[in-house]
């Protein structure tokens, strides 16, 4: 690295680079110190792997350029994170996020002017959470990614800016907190739901007053590990989101399905006048169809030589959006995506990032 760094004509060409990930420290240290260039040009800096991060966040501190810091200790853990640095060396950032952090130390109470903040900590204690809100923040912070949480912050609702939000597997206290929220107004929401009872709390989620001006909502519904058959989470989805959730979400211009599947839902998400854009993401085995009054999974279809033409049609993306689009007064963009049964929801690194923050926020 450092015989690279002494020929002018590759450093000109790395002066022009805004955006680094770093695997080592060693790395790191040679490059900051090899020269201005670096904290000059950099906006973007991703710390992964095996590294002293205390160290690492002291050495970016000439960085005044940095808006974005992902630091991902997956790989690190046992390393404490002293998370009072990134305010005292980092004050310039905008978008932070702290990705599988088993021990930290320190608050991020005077981190100022971030915008992005995302929070991937495995701790169970809300203790931990109420240190990890940036108050010094709360007239700018816009979008929170939050991974695991056992409850909402009360101080959440002094973030008056707050308008795209991401959740964990629902609780029954989490959606409590969104419903006490009575200063903020969000844009978009994300939640997850892993079990059959945590959908059920989906019912109270609608009356939040903090959704009464939502314009993107993505539901991803992953309930293998509870062992609830296919058809059963359709069926709780149907009654949970469907029915409970479309008649107050009358802003929605983008929502988002990660699930089951009812081809009798084309009525009701018809009702949503506003939407611009409908995605549905289909587990393999996770389509149906409810015929008087009594929801059917594919086997019915796949066994009935008459409905079989049918059911046809509805696995192949361009067949069943056709089916919707003649729902709509004026269809929005409808896009299908069938997941085999390997498919897996969460994601690591900044693959995490872009589901957390691109499929929310339409960026």
């Known amino acids: 690295m450092r015989a690279l760094l002494d020929d002018d004509n590759f450093v000109r060409c ?9 695997w080592s420290l060693g790395t790191l240290l040679t490059i900051v110190l090899s020269g201005s260039w670096f904290s000059q040009s950099t906006e973007i800096v991703y710390l992964y792997g095996h590294m002293h991060v205390n160290t690492a966040l002291r050495s970016l501190s000439s960085c005044r350029q940095l808006r974005c810091l992902i630091l991902d200790c997956l790989s690190l853990p046992r390393s404490t994170v002293d998370l009072s640095l990134i305010s005292t060396f980092l004050p310039n950032l905008t978008q932070l996020h702290l990705l599988h952090i088993l021990s930290f130390e320190g608050s991020l109470a005077k981190a100022r002017n971030l915008t992005d903040l995302t929070v991937y900590i495995d701790t169970n204690r809300q203790a931990d959470f109420d240190t990890l809100l940036p108050l010094a923040s709360s007239s700018t912070l816009r979008k929170i990614n939050y991974r695991r949480i056992p409850r909402l912050p009360s101080s959440l609702n002094s973030f008056s800016k707050l308008t795209h939000l991401r959740l964990p597997p629902l609780s029954e206290e989490i959606v409590a907190g969104l419903r006490n929220l009575t200063n903020v107004q969000l844009h978009s929401l994300g939640v997850e739901v892993h079990t059959g009872k945590q959908m059920k709390h989906l019912k109270n989620l609608w009356h939040a007053e903090s959704l009464k001006n939502l314009k993107q909502l993505d539901v991803s519904i992953d309930c293998r590990e509870d062992k609830v058959e296919t058809s059963s989470v359709t069926e709780l989805m149907s009654r949970f989101v469907i029915s409970f959730g479309i008649p107050y979400l009358e802003t929605l211009e983008h929502l988002e399905l990660c699930g089951g599947f009812d081809v009798a839902w084309g009525p009701r ?23 008087k009054g009594r929801f059917h999974d594919q086997r019915t279809f796949v066994n009935s030589e008459g409905l079989a033409a049918c059911f046809d049609m509805w696995t192949k993306p361009e067949g069943l959006a056709a089916i919707l689009e003649k729902e709509f007064e004026s269809p929005p963009i409808i896009e299908v995506s069938f997941l085999d049964a390997r498919w897996d929801y969460d994601v690591e690194g900044k693959a995490l990032l872009m589901k957390g923050w691109s499929c929310l926020c339409g960026e």
């Open 14 to 22: 790395l002066s022009r680079k805004t955006e680094w990930t770093f």
């Open 269 to 291: 998400l018809a009702s949503l006048k506003n939407l611009k854009c409908l995605h549905l993401r289909i587990p393999e085995g996770s389509l149906g169809c409810t015929i």
